[in-house]
């Protein structure tokens, strides 16, 4: 068995390798907007003949858990079937369509109005998802992802998930943390959030006073972000490139602070081996390329809305809030969920 990703893009084949999956670097006439999966795929098999089972799975379903897909390659290897794709079970009532100008009435399609069903009383329909499709080659060389011996695979509706438009993005996070697949490992509380004070805690600039004292302000939501972090037992500390102790003395906070930091991530690892954490108990929020690799060694790191494009694309998470405008409220909030999550997982 083998994990491809199809791509024509430069930085999503280097992510994917980083991950320990095999790239195939689509050609230009499957990478149109108007390109479709089984043109890709179907590419994809005539330079792999040794292929003889693909699992297409859709990226925009992030719910999916490993177990499912084992399932599903036992229905297709040991019982036989041709082609097995993913379906949710839905309780909505369908009513036939009636177009502007039509002189008609609506007619019921699945139901009885005189004799309504109660939610827990009906079974439902079974809905195709898209999460995936998995099928023989066979079928694939034909221009079919479904037929032969055919069967569907129930998905839980907690993982069926799946980001069409904009408006998903936050449904499908909020999902992500609450069934999402984080590995076989256990999930980790995080005990030590370190955020890099300019640009983060503040919004970067600096104001100068006639007789050279310099000045920042900073947001109140932050400071009560960091607050609520110590109240769930969170330790907080702060770093910087520059030497701003007396403007951290003035706002009280009440963090271990390190300032004139040449190298944040000897700091980090310091930190982090004095607390006897691992780095799955370690998050970060950086703002610059001296962030990046605490960013990269965290297990959980965050970047203002602001923030430059490497320290971006080295997080995992980017906040809607800019730097010094809520930010360090906003990965505190990320942080809870994640908390939630790790409390749920004890649970079960």
């Known amino acids: 068995n083998s994990v491809w990703v199809s791509t024509d893009h430069d930085e999503i084949e280097k992510v994917a390798k980083q991950f320990g999956a095999q790239v195939h670097r689509r050609s230009p006439e499957v990478s149109q907007d108007s390109s479709t999966s089984l043109e890709a795929i179907r590419e994809f098999l005539n330079h792999h003949h040794e292929v003889d089972i693909v699992g297409n799975i859709q990226a925009t379903s992030p719910c999916l858990h490993p177990s499912d897909l084992i399932k599903v390659a036992d229905l297709i290897q040991k019982e036989g079937f041709d082609s097995v794709f993913s379906v949710v079970r839905r309780h909505q009532f369908r009513w036939s369509e009636v177009k502007k100008g039509e002189n008609k009435m609506t007619e019921p399609q699945n139901l009885n109005p005189a004799k309504r069903y109660r939610r827990q009383d009906w079974p439902g329909e079974l809905y195709e998802n898209?999460?995936?499709?998995?099928?023989?080659?066979?079928?694939?060389?034909?221009?079919?992802?479904?037929?032969?011996k055919m069967a569907y695979y129930e998905m839980r509706a907690e993982h069926s998930v799946d980001i069409d438009i904009d408006i998903d993005?936050?449904?499908?996070?909020?999902?992500?943390?609450?069934?999402?697949?984080?590995?076989k490992e256990p999930l980790k509380e995080v005990k030590l959030l370190v955020c890099s004070i300019d640009g983060c805690l503040t919004n970067g600039r600096i104001y100068v006073t006639e007789d050279r004292k310099e000045m920042v302000s900073y947001d109140y939501r932050d400071i009560v972000g960091i607050d609520l972090l110590k109240k769930r037992g969170i330790e907080v500390r702060l770093i910087s490139e520059r030497d701003c102790s007396k403007t951290l003395s003035?706002?009280?906070?009440?963090?271990?602070?390190?300032?004139?930091?040449?190298?944040?991530?000897?700091?980090?690892?310091?930190?982090?081996?004095?607390m006897g954490l691992s780095w799955k108990e370690v998050a970060y929020l950086g703002n610059e390329e001296s962030d990046v690799e605490c960013l990269k060694k965290a297990g959980l790191s965050g970047v203002p809305a602001d923030a430059c494009a490497v320290a971006q694309k080295a997080a995992g998470y980017i906040c809607k809030s800019r730097g010094g405008c809520g930010a360090v409220r906003e990965f505190a909030e990320h942080i809870?969920?994640?908390?939630?999550?790790?409390?749920?997982?004890?649970?079960?």
């Open 336 to 348: 809870f969920l994640l908390l939630e999550k790790v409390n749920s997982a004890r649970k079960q």
């Open 130 to 148: 898209g999460s995936f499709y998995f099928a023989k080659r066979h079928l694939i060389e034909k221009g079919y992802l479904q037929g032969g």
């Open 250 to 274: 003035a706002m009280q906070l009440g963090c271990i602070e390190k300032v004139s930091a040449t190298n944040k991530l000897e700091v980090l690892e310091d930190w982090q081996k004095d």
């Open 169 to 183: 993005w936050p449904i499908a996070e909020q999902r992500v943390l609450s069934f999402g697949y984080f590995g």
